[in-house]
């Protein structure tokens, strides 16, 4: 990750394989993205020491977060930290982008990626006893619209390994009626929130507040670990300490990307130095409402409510050549709290990521050397 050029040689990627697709949503590209041995122990022990600190500040993190994501921009100085979120998508489409470069265990990687997966499932959601889990729902709204629809069936498969009755269910077809919350005449027990409105905070997920409020429906990832987490409010404190670790022999760190209140200067001092930043509602997604500074407009920023939105440092998307054009991407980390559980590069065009242009999708990374991501991953946490 870090010391790669601007532009990777593409001499340097793997063959060209098929690459695997779905009928929908993102695709698992076969060229491989290189990163050292060095950012990968980087990343590994600086997400740790990011999650000892998050957990310190707000014990309600450790409330049901389920699978995180630490976002990471690559660059010359080291890896920069842009972004976590508590409801990432996209770990079964970076499990298969492994399989695309791994030359000694294929099968038996892909076997150890799913139970860890499971074993998280089981500690945030599902528990350890299948026949006292009862209903499970993984649930986001418009369903059909959703690109990721075909992960999350596929994940409910990888469920029903651990329990036997898990649907993915439309927010709009749940409701509340005879003290629980039900899909048509089931109760809903569990369920695996894919939506948005990560605090329930709609109206339209009234039926699922109550049902969580009075405990009679389980819900994770949970608003409350979203809160200690993933509102990015939070880069405002953890960025006042922006260093996670540092290789002593390289120079090279791991740092969060700085991150200001938008209120806290006017827009004529903010427009002039707008190269330098990215401005981010504070309860934002997907690069929705993000504007990359370099490019916005004097009167886009002064209509951006200041009292809602954040600057952050300016971090640029390090490029790659794939047939004589160039891509952009970072690297998704994927992480059981503070322990990285795999890892996928996302490859895009555009001023921020999006996933659904033909040619972008997940791309496995390749560490060094190492044949195999459980195994980079393995020696970078015995570093870490």
């Not at 929130?193 to 009679?216: I, M, Y």
């Not at 490859?347 to 997940?362: A, D, I, T």
Request: negative net charge.
């Amino acid at each position: 990750m870090s010391g790669i050029p601007q532009i990777v040689d593409p001499s340097r990627l793997t063959p060209p394989v098929a690459a695997a697709t779905s009928s929908s949503g993102p695709a698992v590209l076969a060229d491989s993205v290189p990163v050292s041995a060095i950012a990968l122990r980087l990343v590994s022990r600086g997400v740790q020491s990011l999650w000892a600190r998050i957990v310190a500040a707000n014990p309600a993190a450790d409330s049901h977060p389920l699978l995180l994501s630490y976002d990471v921009h690559p660059t010359p100085d080291g890896p920069v930290l842009i972004e976590v979120n508590t409801n990432a998508g996209g770990i079964l489409l970076a499990f298969e982008s492994a399989r695309q470069v791994n030359q000694c265990c294929a099968d038996w990687e892909q076997d150890q990626l799913q139970e860890r997966l499971l074993e998280l499932f089981r500690r945030d959601l599902l528990g350890n006893d299948p026949e006292h889990t009862g209903t499970v729902a993984i649930v986001d709204d418009n369903l059909a619209e959703q690109p990721l629809l075909s992960e999350m069936q596929a994940l409910a498969t990888v469920m029903r390994t651990a329990t036997q009755d898990v649907r993915v269910v439309d927010a709009a077809e749940l409701s509340y009626h005879d003290g629980r919350l039900r899909y048509g005449d089931t109760a809903i027990d569990r369920v695996y929130w894919r939506s948005t409105d990560f605090v329930l905070a709609d109206p339209k997920h009234a039926a699922v507040r109550r049902a969580v409020d009075e405990g009679t429906t389980t819900i994770a990832p949970a608003p409350e670990a979203y809160r200690a987490i993933a509102d990015k409010t939070r880069f405002v404190e953890w960025s006042r300490q922006p260093e996670l670790a540092r290789d002593v022999v390289s120079g090279l760190s791991f740092r969060i990307a700085e991150a200001v209140p938008m209120g806290t200067r006017s827009i004529e001092d903010w427009y002039a130095d707008r190269k330098d930043w990215v401005f981010k509602p504070a309860s934002g997604y997907a690069s929705r409402g993000v504007y990359v500074g370099k490019s916005i407009s004097r009167q886009k920023l002064a209509e951006l409510p200041r009292d809602s939105y954040l600057a952050q440092r300016y971090a640029p998307h390090p490029v790659l050549a794939r047939d004589g054009v160039e891509w952009k991407y970072d690297v998704r980390f994927f992480a059981d709290r503070g322990q990285i559980i795999g890892a996928a590069a996302r490859v895009f065009q555009g001023q921020v990521v999006g996933l659904r242009k033909p040619g972008s999708g997940f791309a496995p990374i390749r560490v060094d050397t190492a044949c195999c991501l459980i195994g980079a991953l393995a020696e970078a946490n015995r570093h870490a």
